[in-house]
Structure formats: structure tokens, C-alpha cells
């Protein structure tokens, strides 16, 4: 079902939960906050915003605060002691008042029609447990970097291969009929949602028309980090649920690597690099995982969290 088709086919919109997840998130949980109140609203109605704040040290619990006192959607939940980005999903999911849900980090920042595009491709097909859109790193003026690059390039690759195997991240939208008990035993919320829908018999959908932007690394070494903390999580989801993320799979990869340069020739130097990163991470992430790191907590990527 397209957007038009579901927006002429409903006589009411359809009510949401947006959950957004926060941790010393003060340069960016305005504009992400206000991304989701301003969505067009055409097929469903964000009727509540729940932004759980887990043990930030900066702004992030007053800007917040300030927000909820202009729009009577956003409530605050703070959590005193950060247990885990999965734990603070599990504590908004536990309030929310719909159905249809929306998990989304503070550093997303949605397209006016992203939980539209979203909420149709759920309400289109009853077997849909959970929907993702396309991500895309923000453009940041003056702020392009050899990492920035390659992150665009890595989206790109994770692009084609959510269009063969769903990814889903950043943001995503879940219909609680296919959760059950959501498992905690990795901190990748986005795969434990999945691992929770596909259990339960739900689909997954990648909905590229949806889109979000993000901040990605803006270095070296916080991209590293992140593909390094990704894998070990990724590598525990595996052993404790025996649930194969999209990204798991070597082969996933290696098809949506030569489509890149195939038919993106001009970014073969990048994407040859993000292989040798990607290497690399895996390894470092290998030998933390048989040490028994599953990375529920991590430190958030500084480069991503500068206006300047």
C-alpha cells in the first residue's frame, strides 16, 4: 500500500508512540525532537512522545523539559543510572498507550513523511511486525571528513542490502502484538526488537521511500569504534537467541560491496577501505566477545556530538 493509497483509504488517523532514547544528547535532541512533532500526519497521528532520559550529565533533561512545556505530548521519563540503550527501550515500550510504536535515538532526525511511509507499510499487511527506513548521514557544512565519507558510503552498502536482507535501524516503528518480553541480552536495540517479531511470526520491512538522517562519526577511530561495538553485539544476539542479524553474514556484505562499485565505480577507493575497517573491527570485536564484553552500555561517538 502507498502513502496516497493508505491516506484515502483510512477514515481516522491511526494513533503512535514515539519513544526517543537519550544520553547526553544536548546538540541534537531539539531538532530531532522537533522532526517527530512536525511529521505530516497524513496516515498516522504521533500522539504521544516519550523521551526517556538515561543518566545525562548535560542539557539534554532541560531542553526536554523546556520542549514539554510547549507541547503537551512529550513526556519525560528519567532514568537516574544508564543500565543500557535496550533497557530504556524496554522501560518506554512498558508505558506507551498504542499499538504502533516508534523507537528512535535522539541524533535521528526524521523526514517530515518518515512514520507516514512507515505506518502504511504496517497497516498494509497484518503479517508486518516492523518497519525501518532508509538512513542517510546528515550533511554538515565545513564538517566533511575522510571518516564523514566513508560513513555515506557505508549507508550506501547498507542500503543494498537492506533492499535484499531488512536492516533496520535508527529508527524504527514495531506493532506490540509481535514483541512478547523484548530480550536485553545485547545492547543493539534494533536487533533485539527484530529478534523479538521474527520469534513471535512477524515480517520485517525496509521502507526506503521513509527516510532518516544521522550523525555519523566525523573520525577514524570513533568509525572503528562503532563498527567494532556493532559486531560484538551483533556476535551475542547470534549466541544468546541464535538470531542472525543482516548485517551478520559475510556474504549479505560481500553482495551489496560489489554493487556499490559496480555501479558507483568512483567509490571503490572508499568502500575498498571500509572493507579493511570493517576487518579490522570485526577482529578487535571477535577477541572482546570471547572475553565476554556483550557491550549493553558504550560510550557515544564524540566526533558526532560536536557543532563544530
Known amino acids: 500500500m502507498t502513502l496516497d493509497e493508505a491516506t484515502s483509504s483510512l477514515t481516522t488517523l491511526v494513533p503512535v508512540s514515539v519513544g526517543v532514547m537519550a544520553h547526553n544528547e544536548e546538540t541534537h535532541v531539539e531538532a530531532s525532537l522537533r522532526a517527530i512533532l512536525e511529521q505530516n500526519q497524513r496516515v498516522v497521528r504521533v500522539d504521544e512522545v516519550i523521551v526517556v532520559v538515561s543518566e545525562s550529565t548535560d542539557s539534554t533533561e532541560e531542553i526536554c523539559a523546556k520542549m514539554a512545556e510547549t507541547d503537551p505530548r512529550i513526556r519525560l521519563v528519567i532514568e537516574p543510572s544508564r543500565r543500557g540503550k535496550i533497557f530504556s527501550v524496554i522501560n518506554f515500550l512498558s508505558q506507551a498507550s498504542h499499538d504502533y510504536c516508534v523507537v528512535v535515538s535522539a541524533d535521528v532526525f526524521a523526514a517530515p513523511d518518515c512514520v507516514d511511509r512507515l505506518g502504511a507499510s504496517l497497516l498494509s499487511d497484518p503479517r508486518v511486525g516492523m518497519a525501518g527506513p532508509q538512513v542517510r548521514p546528515r550533511e554538515s557544512p565545513g564538517r566533511t571528513t575522510v571518516a564523514a565519507r566513508l560513513a555515506r558510503i557505508l549507508w550506501e552498502i547498507h542500503h543494498e542490502l537492506a533492499l535484499r536482507n531488512p536492516k533496520l535501524g535508527e529508527l524504527v516503528m514495531v506493532r506490540r502484538q509481535y514483541l512478547g518480553d523484548v530480550p536485553s541480552v545485547s545492547g543493539c536495540d534494533e536487533v533485539m526488537l527484530e529478534a523479538a517479531v521474527v520469534e513471535h ?7 526506503p521511500e521513509a527516510v532518516v538522517e544521522n550523525e555519523s562519526p ?7 569504534n562503532v563498527r567494532r561495538r556493532i559486531h560484538v553485539q551483533h556476535l551475542v544476539t547470534k549466541r544468546e537467541l541464535g538470531y542472525d542479524a543482516s548485517s551478520l553474514r559475510v556474504s549479505h556484505g560481500v553482495q551489496s560491496f560489489f554493487h556499490e562499485v559496480v555501479h558507483h565505480p568512483g567509490r571503490a577507493p572508499g568502500a575498498s577501505a571500509l572493507v579493511l575497517i570493517e576487518a579490522a573491527a570485526r577482529l578487535r570485536a571477535r577477541i572482546q566477545y570471547l572475553a565476554g564484553d556483550s557491550q549493553v552500555t558504550w560510550k557515544p561517538s564524540g566526533s558526532s556530538r560536536t557543532t563544530s
Open 201 to 207: 511470526g512477524g515480517r520485517l520491512v525496509y521502507v
Open 218 to 224: 566525523r573520525t577514524l577511530r570513533d568509525l572503528f
